[in-house]
């Protein structure tokens, strides 16, 4: 999803760990809604 390797993901901060963290969340659950309100059109 965020196509981040390992070895910028070790590098990084723990403030921007747990931002790049919320933002795939965030990015997991935008996906489900638009499955979800694909499903409820059919």
């Known amino acids: 999803m ?3 390797p ?3 993901i070790d ?4 403030d ?3 931002f790049w963290c ?3 969340e965030r990015e997991v659950q935008r996906r489900n809604e638009r ?8």
């Open 16 to 18: 921007d760990y747990w």
């Open 6 to 8: 390992p070895s910028e």
């Open 22 to 24: 919320e933002v795939a």
């Open 35 to 42: 499955q979800q309100q694909l499903l409820d059109a059919m």
């Open 11 to 14: 590098a990084l901060a723990m």
């Open 2 to 4: 965020l196509n981040l």
